[in-house]
């Protein structure tokens, strides 16, 4: 698990984040990025982003990755939307076994 997020690399630039949502384990999935993890999963978890994290109750985060620029995490994001369910399962359970909420450890 990851214990905190940076949102400066060490040369100054802005990190950028790919993230899934769940509403529960082996739920309904979202694929997002954001350039702001805390904030982004904050709006998710208040119900201030409309859609479908909302219409789903899907703001559980239950993985991510950190990436230096947001074109590759743009890239990734679009890459993984066209997995299939199964892999973006083992994805998450190979950094999240038990689909804990990973937003508490990202607050540190």
């Known amino acids: 698990m990851h214990a905190m997020v940076l ?3 060490n040369n100054g630039m802005k990190q950028s984040y790919v993230y899934i949502c769940a509403n529960k384990r082996n739920g309904t999935l979202y694929i997002g990025v954001t350039s702001n993890l805390i ?3 904050y709006e998710h978890k ?3 982003v409309e859609g479908f994290t909302k219409r789903y109750d899907a703001h559980m985060l239950v993985w991510y990755e950190v990436y230096s620029s947001i074109d590759d995490a743009i890239t990734r994001e679009k890459n993984l939307k066209n997995w299939h369910r199964k892999w973006k399962i083992a994805l998450i359970e190979e950094m999240n076994p038990e689909w804990e909420d990973l937003y508490p450890t990202i607050l540190t």
Request: glycine share 12%.
């Open 7 to 9: 949102q400066w690399t």
């Open 39 to 41: 904030k982004r999963i």
């Open 46 to 48: 208040q119900g201030f």
